[in-house]
């Protein structure tokens, strides 16, 4: 080997050996976040274990109203390791040539201000608001303020640190709450909104009822829903597989299909002003967003267990890296297929008060 490309070699390696390091910081950082953490093992467990149960009986464990407690612990246990792979959005969004991903969530969360004509002066709800990703890009787009509610205790102190870091948090505020009881006055805000969040609701009409409540006569309310669509085929093993999949690692107590919603919308008192699925043509495909290839999967795998082996980050962290992997292949066949979408976006308004 002649010098130049010995060094050109000690070059390339080296480059590697650095990207490797500050990966692997980086990763030990976001793990050891969870040391301070109660019985991180125990609560994965708990949470496994409910969506893995029949349908029947998380519906009679909802009824029970054990679901809001079971979402709280599934967020505040995963809500670090989302932040790290997605940012401060919780969502997909239609993926646009030559943007990033965090551009394409940030327009996306800009049509959403505009959809609703937010503006100066409005006080408006984000439902399922997560940390506060689309929360400050609304408020910064539109001069609105925003009132976030999630029922993640651990979410509403990292919302509150990024909206006090972005400079927004006399604008963005943050409630610990149920967004199927929500705190807030009847009439109290001028517009709503919720991404990816509604789901999480074991009866859709009750949280549509309960924003409905809350908003003024004549407010909109835009929802970005994660649906089954028409091409979902409850006879198709490999569909049914994906659906439930998605559902299990989601904590989703039910996939809804896209057409229920319009219906359950009217049912709670909403006008339905206009429904789409944003994540079709001419929206590039969003799936390819949560698939990693295996290499990538078995070094993350490999570095989780030895961070857990040497007591950096604590045991069931294995166990949380493998749902989010098992849940993000089957979010990526469902996208590809087209079975399911979490883009369907419905513009809802409160009837004015002459109507
Ligand atoms: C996938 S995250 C989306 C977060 C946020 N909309 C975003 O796009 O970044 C779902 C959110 O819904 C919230 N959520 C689920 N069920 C809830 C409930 N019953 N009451 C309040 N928030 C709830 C979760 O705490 C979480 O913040």
């Given amino acids: ?37 109660d019985n991180v093992q125990g609560k994965y467990n708990q949470v496994r274990s409910f969506f893995l149960r029949s349908k029947e009986d998380i519906a009679a464990a909802s009824d029970e109203d054990k679901m809001p407690s079971i979402i709280q612990t ?4 995963l809500t670090d390791i989302i932040e790290w792979k997605l940012g401060q ?19 996306y969360e800009e049509r959403i201000a505009d959809v609703i004509a937010a503006r100066p002066g409005q006080r408006i709800v984000d439902v399922g608001c997560g940390i506060g990703g689309p929360m400050r890009t609304i408020a910064a787009r539109s001069g609105a303020d925003i009132v976030g509610i999630t029922i ?14 972005a400079g927004l948090d006399g604008r963005c505020e943050v409630v610990c709450g149920n967004f199927l009881e929500m705190p807030f006055p009847e ?26 409540r809350v908003l003024k006569p004549g407010a909109l309310y835009v ?22 999949g998605i559902e299990i690692g989601g ?27 944003l994540a079709l043509p001419p929206a590039e495909p969003w799936w390819t967003r949560p698939k990693i290839s295996r290499f990538v999967y078995l070094s993350n795998h490999v570095m989780v267990t030895i961070l857990t082996a040497l007591r950096i980050a604590p045991k069931g962290i294995v166990e949380v890296y493998e749902m989010l992997y098992e849940t993000a292949g089957h979010v990526n066949y469902g996208g590809e297929t087209g079975i399911f979408t979490p883009m369907h976006m419905i513009l809802c308004r409160k009837p004015p008060e002459n109507q």
């Avoid at 997909?92 to 969530?105: N, T, V």
């Fill in 89 to 107: 959005s919780f969502h997909f969004s239609p993926s646009l040539p030559g943007r990033s991903d965090r551009e394409a969530a940030r327009i």
């Fill in 1 to 37: 080997m002649d010098l130049s490309t010995a060094m050109w070699t000690a070059a390339v390696v080296g480059a590697a050996a650095v990207c490797w390091f500050v990966w692997v910081m980086d990763l030990a950082e976001v793990l050891s976040r969870f040391m301070g953490r």
């Fill in 152 to 165: 993640s205790d651990y979410q509403v102190a990292r919302a509150r640190e990024h909206n006090r870091k």
């Fill in 223 to 244: 929802s970005c829903e994660v649906v089954t669509t028409a091409l979902y085929r409850p006879d198709d093993p490999r569909h049914v597989e994906t659906i439930r």
């Fill in 187 to 212: 009439a109290s805000f001028d517009g709503a909104y919720s991404i990816e969040a509604t789901c999480h609701a074991p009866r859709l009409e009750d949280v549509y009822r309960e924003v409905f």
């Fill in 74 to 77: 599934y967020y505040n246990l």
């Fill in 251 to 277: 904590a989703l107590a039910t996939l809804r299909a896209q057409h229920e919603l319009a219906a359950t919308a009217r049912q709670a008192g909403f006008e339905v002003l206009e429904e789409r699925d």
